[in-house]
């Protein structure tokens, strides 16, 4: 999500880390800083908004004096995009300075913990708690002092750590987020992506999950959590920057795609305690669903279809009626609102146009709003009632992915846990809480079980329309796969309702039509069968999206995409993911500019 970017060696190192920080720009950021190291002191210099900034500040690096640096690009999740929330963060003596990049899953423990033996904190971020734990534990050994911070820490990090005693050498660790260090000549480095190192090395070592690193300008050490030396082989770089920006991957939308596990991971994982579902920035769960007769779900596009998606759990365990409605029609449509109306505002950017009037529209009219939004600090989110952020990290590609499957994932624990709060739910809560937390593994096997996409894409990219059929939970994925597919394949794609096929639009059904057939909730699977036969027997060509065991569909279809065994009320998550893909793959046949296509912006500012 964030970057970090580190120096040491005989060059002054603030000009470098700002060099670095400006590679990582790409990644999307909010605020920068940089720590740098010079006679026994750390000098911190931090911004809110571009590196330019930072630039202008530190007369592009010169102001600063010393050799060994760290520095940061944040991208807000923990508290909103300021100076105070910038990284690096400094320890309340001052020895420490850290940068970080991931999320800490129990900070809010440590934090108290932290607090209540007299840690002053400055920021609200999750970070800081680990700055506060080095100084704790700092007995004159920085490695050691970082294994016993490391051994409290769960969640994801890539850290870089300097400390005023030990001038000229810096630190790493990495658990779970990308760290890789730059082997130089009389100088070292170390960042999240190779794209902050290819101008100064391509000689670099990839750390793994559980290792540390001490680098000082003549050596780079590793070493393993008990403190024991490992070898490590260096390897050398052979992208060029924009393979590398993209993590080897030919386009960000599929760098997205297979991002969603930890996407999803990153959601869900720091909000289920001992079998529960704990939004902290809910406050009093209890009085802001007590009362609720009606919840209305606003967006648009992509965000419209995650609620859509969401609608179903929402009501099946909360027994709340649910609407879903375009925030561009919600906003002229006179609504039936008042303050027993829970308006929940989806929105991956936070910034769309027609979902701000719609929510400023229901505001006025006394419904409470609660937001689910991804981008830190942004319109939608200053404005509610209630934000839960969906914590995606930055999204670049135009077409929505782990936005929209982070998206589904809030509104899924955000029914477990009013469920819970309106008496609904008892026992089953546990049970509820290990299948979300099931869903970032599920989503990897929808990636993995579908190896044979490429060639359905050769097979189906020249079609003139694709049409997504499904019932319940299956109808409202099957809208946002036509969605994806139309927008960066331009291929002409519907979803229907199967049940609504015979009610005028099987009559567009002729001879090896392609026909994307969602059959993923048993419950109504017998009746979407039904819809497939009458389809099949008018010459379409089924391309039916399943379990690997379901014999009855495996038997009717002509392709098949497979997703893991999942319970309908959450599988819209990893049902998405073969669609995104199908999607992915016909566009590149079909030569498209998938990143950026054309007509389509990423945040519409505009109604
Ligand atoms: C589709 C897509 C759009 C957005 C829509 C809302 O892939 O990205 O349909 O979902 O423009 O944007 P946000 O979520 O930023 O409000």
Redesign the pocket.
């Given at each position: 999500m964030c970057g970090i970017v580190g120096y040491t060696g005989t060059q002054n190192a603030a000009p470098i880390l700002l060099e670095g920080l400006k590679k990582l720009e790409y990644r999307g950021y909010d605020s920068a800083g940089i720590a740098v190291m010079d006679a026994g002191s750390i000098s911190v210099n931090k911004v809110k908004g571009r590196i330019a900034n930072l630039c202008e500040r530190t007369d592009d690096g010169s102001s600063v004096s010393g050799t060994t640096g760290i520095g940061h690009t944040r991208w807000a999740t923990h508290g909103a995009p300021t100076e105070e929330n910038a990284h690096p963060h400094l320890s309340n003596d001052g020895r420490f300075a850290i940068v970080h990049n991931g999320i800490i899953e129990n900070y809010m423990n440590l934090r108290e913990e932290l607090i209540s033996d007299g840690y002053v904190f400055q920021s609200e971020t999750d970070t800081e708690v680990i700055v506060h734990l080095l100084e704790m534990y700092y007995r004159g050994n920085v490695r050691d002092a970082l294994i016993r911070t490391a051994n409290r820490l769960s969640g994801s990090y890539a850290l870089g750590v300097i400390c005023s005693e030990e001038p000229g050498r810096i630190y790493a660790v990495r658990e779970k987020s990308p760290l890789i260090l730059g082997l130089g000549m009389g100088e070292n480095f170390f960042a999240s992506d190779v794209t902050a190192l290819v101008n100064h090395t391509r000689n670099v070592i990839y750390l793994e999950d559980g290792e540390f690193a001490e680098l000082t300008p003549e050596e780079i050490r590793v070493f393993d959590v008990t403190g024991r030396e490992l070898i490590k082989t260096p390897s050398r770089i052979l992208w060029d920057v924009q393979a590398a920006e993209k993590g080897g991957y030919e386009h960000f939308m599929l760098k997205e795609i297979m991002e969603q596990p930890a996407a999803v991971k990153a959601t869900i994982a720091p909000r289920i305690r001992d079998g529960a579902v704990v939004f902290e920035e809910l406050r009093d769960v209890g009085e802001l669903i007590s009362g609720v007769r009606k919840i209305i779900i606003t967006?648009?596009?992509?965000?419209?279809?995650?609620g859509c998606a969401g609608k179903y759990a929402l009501e099946k365990l909360t027994r709340i009626p649910v609407e879903v409605v375009l925030a561009s029609e919600l906003r002229y449509s006179d609504p039936l609102i008042d303050s027993e109306t829970l308006l929940i505002v989806?929105?991956?950017?936070?910034?769309?146009a027609d979902?701000i009037a719609a929510m400023k529209e229901c505001s006025q009219r006394g419904a409470r709003t609660l937001a689910v939004v991804?981008?830190v600090g942004s319109t939608?989110a200053t404005l509610a009632d209630y934000t839960v952020y969906t914590w995606a990290g930055p999204?670049i590609a135009?077409?929505?992915?782990k936005?929209?499957t982070t998206?589904v994932a809030v509104l899924y624990m955000l029914s477990v846990c009013f469920a819970r709060a309106l008496g609904r739910i008892g026992e089953e809560e546990k049970m509820l809480t290990e299948e979300l937390q099931q869903l970032p593994r599920l989503i990897q096997q929808a990636i993995d079980l579908n190896p044979s996409i490429p060639l359905l894409a050769k097979k189906y990219h020249a079609s003139k329309a694709l049409f997504f059929i499904g019932r319940n939970t299956d109808y409202a994925v099957a809208l946002e796969g036509a969605?994806?597919m139309k927008?960066?394949s331009y291929l002409h794609a519907e979803a229907y309702a199967a049940g609504e096929l015979k009610h005028g639009t099987i009559a567009l059904i002729e001879e090896h039509q392609p026909v994307v057939a969602l059959c993923c909730n048993p419950d109504i699977m017998e009746k979407t069968l039904s819809n497939i036969v009458e389809v099949k027997s008018r010459g379409a060509e089924v391309l039916a999206l399943t379990f690997r065991n379901n014999q009855k569909i495996l038997s009717v279809a002509d392709d098949l995409l497979f997703i893991p065994a999942v319970s309908a009320l959450f599988s819209a998550v990893p049902e998405i993911v073969p669609l995104q893909l199908l999607a992915y793959h016909v566009a590149k046949e079909n030569g498209c500019d998938i990143d950026k296509p054309k007509n389509?912006?990423?945040?519409?500012t505009v109604e």
């Open positions: 967006a648009c596009g992509s965000a419209y279809y995650a989806i929105s991956q950017s936070g910034e769309t979902t991804n981008v939608v999204e135009v077409a929505t992915t936005g929209y998206q969605l994806k927008e960066i389509l912006a990423k945040s519409v």
